[in-house]
């Protein structure tokens, strides 16, 4: 089969859909790779570099989209959506809960397409894991950061010093982002806590974190608490395939300390705050309620190696299966790319998915 990788074209994402190493797994299984010309700049991999590995490098886009299956990192902006096309086998971080217009494109346009952050296994997300881990230890880098006072936060430094407090961070949503922002702020020294409504998984938390994180069952007292002390806000919330629940209004937020920083994670789901809107890497934050907002919908992308190196890792099984067997077998033996199907034929085929957008679910036979 002939795999296309696009080069992506989304505000400040320098990630690519696979690695030279990548291309030479899948060029030495007998399938050929088109990838898009300078697609690995962003993360250091050069033409060269894919080219030693047996990619055929292609300077026009169409070339890389017109392949048997396409993988990408980010769902297709608009100036893409022309090459999604009848028979179209997409790949790629999609996030349709939060985007009705590019779901409609890929129903009408009868486009067969796989969601990264929908695949599971065993209960777990194995494709969205490495990229929660990023955003979640990013979380803390970027949140600190902007509690800067030149850039409008309070002038606190999470660590703290000696004679003086550690700044406290919340962190809503006990998966992996949040477990992830816990280990970096408690790494750091801040005061911690973190939010979750799963007693199993806060068992896990506590054994794993420590007594320097506190957990909280999550209900809208306990968050209306924690919340009004804390310096660095972590949106951490997870359905997957459906919109991030709205666990916080503006009034809320009103109880915050002027000059916090909220980052929501939670974002490329539709964000977990009223206030939160989409933003990129060129302009990340915006104030509301005197709150400082940090709603990248891309995160990872800002360490385009890492994530990309990581990424591939994770979905090199599910591409080679896709290339060898075609879709229908592919998704027959492995059960948990079944569940990353999220249209197929004209219809949806993911049921969060389709309830988050109140449109039509129907099963994949």
């Known amino acids: 089969m002939i795999i296309g990788i696009p080069k992506e074209i989304k505000q400040g994402e320098h990630r690519v859909g696979i690695t030279p190493a990548g291309t030479q797994f899948l060029k030495d299984a007998g399938h050929r790779v088109f990838i ?3 697609a690995g700049e962003g993360c250091g991999f050069s033409n060269s570099d894919y080219s030693k590995a047996g990619a055929e490098i292609v300077s ?47 129903v009408r346009n009868g486009v067969s397409a796989i969601a990264y952050e929908t695949v ?29 006072k030149h850039f409008g936060g309070s002038g606190t430094l999470l660590a703290g010093l000696p ?6 961070v919340t962190i809503i949503g006990g998966g992996s982002a949040g477990m992830n922002a816990a280990m970096m702020a408690r790494g750091i020294g801040a005061r911690v806590s973190i939010i979750e409504r799963d007693q199993e998984r806060m068992r896990y938390l506590s054994a794993m974190l420590g007594a320097q994180v506190n957990t909280l069952f999550s209900t809208r007292q306990h968050i209306t608490e924690e919340i009004a002390d804390t310096d660095l806000l972590v949106g951490a919330v997870l ?11 503006r009034g809320m937020l009103r109880t915050m300390k002027r000059g916090s920083v909220f980052v929501d994670i939670s974002i490329d789901q539709g964000g977990c705050s009223e206030t939160s809107r989409p933003t990129s890497h060129a302009d990340p934050v915006f104030i509301e309620e005197g709150i400082l907002h940090y709603c990248v919908t891309n ?8 994530a990309t190196e990581a990424l591939t890792g994770n979905t090199l099984p599910y591409i080679r299966a896709l290339a060898d067997l075609g879709l229908g077998d592919a998704l027959r033996e492995m059960p948990g790319l079944a569940s990353g199907l999220n249209v197929h034929g004209g219809a949806i085929r993911n049921k969060a998915v389709a309830g988050s957008m109140d449109m039509e679910y129907i099963p994949f036979p």
């Open 36 to 38: 898009e010309q300078d």
């Open 60 to 106: 026009d886009p169409a070339d890389a989209w017109g392949a048997g299956l396409v993988v990408k990192v980010k769902e297709p902006v608009e100036s893409e959506y022309r090459y999604l096309q009848r028979g179209l086998l997409l790949f790629t971080f999609l996030h349709l809960a939060a985007d009705p217009v590019l779901a409609n494109q890929l």
């Open 120 to 148: 599971s296994e065993s209960g777990r997300l194995p494709l969205l894991v490495p990229m929660s881990e990023i955003a979640g230890k990013m979380s803390v880098i970027s949140g600190g950061f902007y509690l800067a």
């Open 163 to 168: 004679g003086v407090k550690p700044g406290k």
């Open 239 to 249: 359905v997957p395939g459906a919109t991030a629940p709205r666990l916080l209004d």
């Open 299 to 306: 995160m990872p992308g800002a360490y385009s190696r890492t």
